[in-house]
């Protein structure tokens, strides 16, 4: 499983240092990303290493989780009331609707909701700093974390298991 470190540079030459950093560290590539104020990132920062996720996946396994416990439990109530008619495998199938358009209605919602590091350091951001992004094993990131302490990049406080990794 991959966690996610964030820290902070000043301007783009330093994301490129850092960046080089967390390779030479053992960060794969693809699992290095930079965030930055709208004026930057349209600038200068290249449309791979921008991070353009928001709260899709999370909201998405909640809705269906959510969903599918509403579905089962009108299914169940729907069973307990004769004149409806309804048998096991109609509250299963409202099991599996409720999932269905729970999962559907959450990803929606969550699609229009910012990735939660561009939330909670927007204010570094508006401040024209660039953040540097890494989703990696502990131990990679360990000798990430050292690697660019000693360039100076500011470390955020920010560790959280990657969704969906």
């Not at 004769?82 to 209605?105: F, K, N, R, S, Y």
């Not at 959450?106 to 570094?124: I, M, N, W, Y």
């Amino acid at each position: 499983m991959k966690t996610r470190h964030v820290f902070s540079v000043p301007d783009v030459a330093a994301a490129s240092t850092a960046m080089a950093a967390a390779r030479d560290g053992g960060a794969a590539d693809e699992d290095i990303s930079l965030i930055a104020r709208s004026d930057i990132e349209l600038d200068v920062i290249p449309d791979e290493r921008k991070v353009v996720e928001g709260d899709f996946y999370p909201a998405a396994i909640r809705g269906v989780a959510g969903g599918a416990a509403t579905g089962l439990l009108a299914g169940l109530i729907a069973i307990a009331i004769p004149p409806l008619g309804i048998t096991l495998a109609g509250a299963a199938a409202m099991t599996l609707g409720g999932a269905a358009v729970g999962g559907w209605a959450t990803a929606l919602a969550g699609s229009a909701v910012p990735d939660p590091v561009r939330r909670q350091f927007q204010e570094e951001i508006s401040l024209g700093r660039i953040l540097i992004v890494v989703d990696a094993p502990r131990d990679v990131l360990h000798r990430v974390d050292d690697s660019l302490a000693a360039l100076g990049a500011t470390r955020l406080p920010f560790d959280k298991p990657t969704v969906m990794s």
